[in-house]
C-alpha cells in the first residue's frame, strides 16, 4: 500500500502587508495489488549455499578457532564473520597467514583484505589452490 502527499502553494505578491496563502490537501490513498506474505516459502531452488567444498570450509574453521584460541565446542560455520568472533585486523592477519601456511598458498593483499567470512576464505583457497594444479 502506498501512499501520495500532494500540496499546493500560491502566493500573492500584492503588497507586503497581505499573508502569503498555503493550502494542503490530504494524503490521496492508492492500492496496489502487490501482496508480499512473510511466511512463503522459497523455493529450494534459489538457495544460496556456500561454493566451497565441506572439507576446506571445515578445515578453515578449525583454522579459525586455533588462531582466535575459541573453545573447540564454539560452532564456527561458513557464514561466521571473523569480527562476530572478536577478531580485530591483526587477527584477521594472522587467520590469513595460518590459512597460507596450512594450504600452502600466497594470498594477495588485495584479495587478502576482502575476507571477512569463513565462507570467503574457504572459496578464496579453492581458487588459489586450483590454479596451482
Not at 90 to 107: C, K, S
Request: some cysteine; proline content about 4%; overall charge negative.
Amino acid at each position: 500500500m502506498a501512499t501520495t502527499f500532494s500540496a499546493s502553494v500560491s502566493m500573492q505578491a500584492t503588497s507586503l502587508a497581505t499573508p502569503s496563502r498555503i493550502s494542503f490537501q490530504k494524503p490521496a490513498l492508492v492500492r496496489t495489488n502487490l501482496s508480499f506474505n512473510p511466511r512463503r516459502s522459497i523455493p529450494t531452488r534459489l538457495s544460496v549455499s556456500c561454493a566451497a567444498k565441506p572439507e576446506t570450509v571445515a578445515k578453515v574453521s578449525e583454522i579459525v578457532k586455533k588462531q582466535l584460541s575459541l573453545k573447540e565446542d564454539q560452532k564456527v560455520v561458513a557464514e561466521t564473520k571473523f569480527a562476530d568472533l572478536g577478531a580485530d585486523s591483526l587477527d584477521t592477519v594472522e587467520i590469513v597467514m595460518g590459512l597460507e601456511e596450512a594450504f600452502d598458498i600466497e594470498m594477495a593483499e588485495e584479495k587478502a583484505q576482502k575476507i571477512a567470512t569463513v565462507e570467503q576464505a574457504a572459496e578464496l583457497i579453492e581458487e588459489l589452490v586450483g590454479l596451482k594444479k
